[in-house]
């Protein structure tokens, strides 16, 4: 009887043990995972929070550097414009070759000689100045404008290949409307500059386009 009361005795504390041990158990797992969530939801705030600081970082840089990209721009255009103002002052005092109506100047004088033939020559227009030093210019007489290209210190050999670049283009593309050129001259040499040459060409009545724009140039 004895070690039958003692077994059973033995049965019931393991039992309660048992018992305390998921109780212990079940509060102790039920405190941890709250614990967990609430360390999840932190972790995602602050995670979520750093995305918000990295993405208004980076959009104040691209701020930042869109208006030092347009203030380096305007810069640029100032700097530009000094330099071109500076010479133009410097180009007013060198010394090189200036076109005149007189009748001594080699353009005056291919216009009125007898392949032209123009009697007076009354007026003329610089449409471009380009950066390799050729000119473009109109002048106007009593036979009507022609179209002068003219360079200050290149040899007239280069008009000559052009000439008979546009003789070509106009007989292999009859509906193109190509100058005709008409007579070559060469410019005196000027202080450092020359001697140069220039081009003859009827005028056409054209619109220039793309990078043949004068604000192109």
Same mark, same amino acid.
Request: aromatic residues 6%; neutral net charge; glycine residues 6%.
């Given at each position: ?67 030092? /990209? ?56 610089? &449409? ?56 070559? /001259?060469?410019?005196?040499?000027? /202080? ?19 990078? &043949? ?5």
């Amino acid at each position: 009887r004895r070690r039958a009361k003692d077994a059973a005795s033995d049965r019931k504390g393991g039992a309660e043990d048992e018992e305390s041990k998921e109780q212990a158990t079940s509060e102790s797992g039920g405190a941890k995972p709250k614990e967990k969530i609430v360390s999840n939801k932190n972790e995602s705030d602050l995670c979520s929070t750093t995305r918000a600081s990295k993405a208004s970082s980076s959009a104040v840089k691209r701020s930042k550097a869109a208006s030092g /990209g347009r203030e380096a721009e305007m810069h640029k255009a100032n700097d530009y414009e000094r330099l071109l103002s500076s010479a133009k002052e410097q180009e007013d005092g060198v010394e090189k070759y200036r076109r005149s109506l007189e009748k001594s100047d080699p353009i005056v004088r291919i216009l009125m000689a007898p392949r032209i033939k123009a009697t007076e020559v009354l007026d003329f227009e610089l &449409l471009e100045s380009r950066w390799n030093g050729n000119e473009i210019v109109k002048y106007t007489t009593d036979k009507g404008s022609f179209l002068v290209k003219m360079n200050r210190v290149e040899p007239m050999e280069m008009f000559v290949a052009e000439s008979l670049g546009l003789v070509t283009m106009a007989r292999s593309s009859p509906s193109v409307r190509v100058p005709k050129p008409l007579d070559i /001259g060469v410019l005196p040499r000027v /202080g450092d500059f020359g001697p140069g040459s220039f081009l003859v060409m009827e005028w056409i009545d054209a619109i220039p386009f793309g990078v &043949l724009r004068s604000e192109s140039q």
